[in-house]
């Protein structure tokens, strides 16, 4: 079955970074867009970045634009988000997600808090 794992997330100062990472297993993972989303308290979930398959193209949300990355290692079954200069509003839980067959699965997400 469709697993995704994911980690990294913890307390960082605003103007610091974080790394994220999801592990992926129960599929064929160079397959597939990967993406990454955000909840934060009282909001709806939205989408942060997406991968396609081969990694040559990306897409950000415009909050995040310039300060996220996101990226893939095929070999692995992992996908990244570099997090660089972190604002207390990219405050939320994190979560990586693939969709398959038409449905989208989920992990359980990793915390990510931005405060001084």
């Known amino acids: 079955q469709v697993q995704l794992v994911e980690s990294g997330g913890g307390l960082v100062q605003p103007g610091g970074s974080l790394a994220l990472s999801c592990a992926a297993s129960g599929f064929v993972f160079s397959v597939y867009t990967l993406n990454w989303h955000r909840q934060a308290p009282g909001k709806e979930r939205e989408l942060v970045a997406s991968?396609?398959?081969?990694?040559?193209?990306?897409n950000y949300a415009e909050s995040v634009k310039g300060r996220f990355t996101i990226s893939r290692d095929n070999a692995k079954a992992r996908v990244y988000l570099q997090m660089n200069s972190l604002k207390p509003e990219d405050t939320a839980v994190y979560y990586c997600?693939?969709?398959?067959?038409?449905?989208?699965?989920w992990g359980q997400g990793t915390q990510v808090t931005v405060s001084s």
């Open positions: 997600s693939v969709v398959q067959l038409g449905r989208r699965y």
């Open positions: 991968i396609d398959r081969f990694g040559g193209s990306k």
